[in-house]
């Protein structure tokens, strides 16, 4: 039973998507990627060090022939900035599959969703395909597929903040609104946020501090995929209904 | 020598093509981009661009990062 999702005309097996940041080094950062079994990954765009060009690169060990690469403006608190980095992300490496993020402030790391917006419009005019990290607003969801978002990625909590889905109605309608992927971009703090993330109906999940600042990265990676497995299988199954007060498993009849 | 503005740096570098300065610098030309008074200089033109006293040139690649 093969149970695959697409995006933009690709199409995936793993609904999990793992960053690529905060690892010790690129060695743990390739083998949490392997036990994640995620099949994209993001990266970010940041100028050369001129100084030390010899320094090892991602590439060098994460290939992107064999795991779609996912470039973001994480960093970018305006529409010219992440668009200026996805122009050059294109250029670096031809995706066009690419995922946007306008920050709106550093302590909370919540989008500008008028320069989100703003942006969505201006790449999809420029043949970008992008995901767009959001709020958790079904109206700016909607707002965003309109602009030309190919999928999109509501916050379940602040960037790195670990705190799990917040608003489990907001995802819900996001979802039930959305005719594109939705995938929960942050919050995720352990496996049990990601299974409730795909258990309310979201196409996929994409996290890096909840696996790169775990004690064990590999463990907390393969974690995770099994997490997201088991939400999705969960949301597919058709949960039980929820009754206020107890309901016996056992027959009645025949009690001696 | 010309003076060119490298990621934000004030450089004196030889003239030439972007593509010789990617070069110079040790830099694998398929693994970055190259930006040149903000307009992105195509990769197939890095050798036919020829360096300018001034410019203010963005060489790129791909890090980690998540969100």
């Known amino acids: 039973m093969t149970d695959q999702w697409s995006v933009a005309g690709r199409t995936f097996t793993s609904r999990l998507i793992v960053g690529t940041g905060k690892y010790k080094d690129f060695e743990q950062n390739a083998a ?29 060990y994460i290939d992107p022939k064999k795991v779609t690469y996912l470039p973001n403006t994480a960093g970018c608190f305006n529409a010219d900035d992440a668009i200026r980095t996805l122009r050059l992300a294109r250029e670096a490496g031809g995706w066009d599959l690419v995922k946007l993020e306008v920050l709106g402030e550093a302590k909370t790391l919540y989008p500008n969703m008028r320069e989100t917006l703003e ?20 109206i700016a969801a909607k707002q965003l597929e ?6 999109i990625m509501p916050l379940g909590a602040p960037i790195g903040s670990g705190l799990g889905i917040q608003n489990r109605v907001t995802i819900r309608l996001i979802v039930e609104g959305a005719s594109v992927p939705v ?7 352990t496996a049990s946020d990601a299974a409730v993330a795909m258990e309310l109906g979201c196409d996929g999940v994409l996290m890096n501090t909840a696996i790169a600042e775990a004690k064990d990265p590999i463990r907390m990676a393969r974690a995770m995929k ?16 929820q009754r206020r007060y107890a309901d016996p498993s056992s027959p009645l009849a025949g009690l001696i | 020598m010309i003076s060119v503005i490298l990621n934000g740096e004030p450089r004196q570098v030889r003239q030439g093509s972007i593509a010789d300065l990617v070069a110079s610098l040790g830099l694998d030309v398929k693994k970055v981009a190259v930006e040149r008074n903000r307009e992105i200089v195509p990769r197939s033109t890095l050798a036919d661009v020829a360096l300018a006293e001034g410019d203010a040139l963005e060489i790129v690649h791909f890090v980690g990062g998540g969100c």
């Open chain 1, 146 to 151: 309109d602009a030309g978002a190919v999928a």
């Open chain 1, 119 to 138: 942006a969505t419009e201006v790449l999809a005019k420029e043949g970008f395909l992008p995901m767009v990290y959001c709020v958790d607003d079904p």
């Open chain 1, 226 to 241: 099994l997490a997201v497995e088991a939400g999705r299988d969960a949301y597919l199954a058709g949960r039980m209904g």
């Open chain 1, 32 to 60: 949490a990627l392997e036990a994640s079994g995620a099949e994209i990954v993001t990266v970010a765009v940041r100028r050369v060090n001129v100084s030390d060009p010899s320094a090892p690169m991602l590439t060098d």
């Open chain 1, 183 to 189: 995938l929960v971009d942050a919050g995720v703090g």
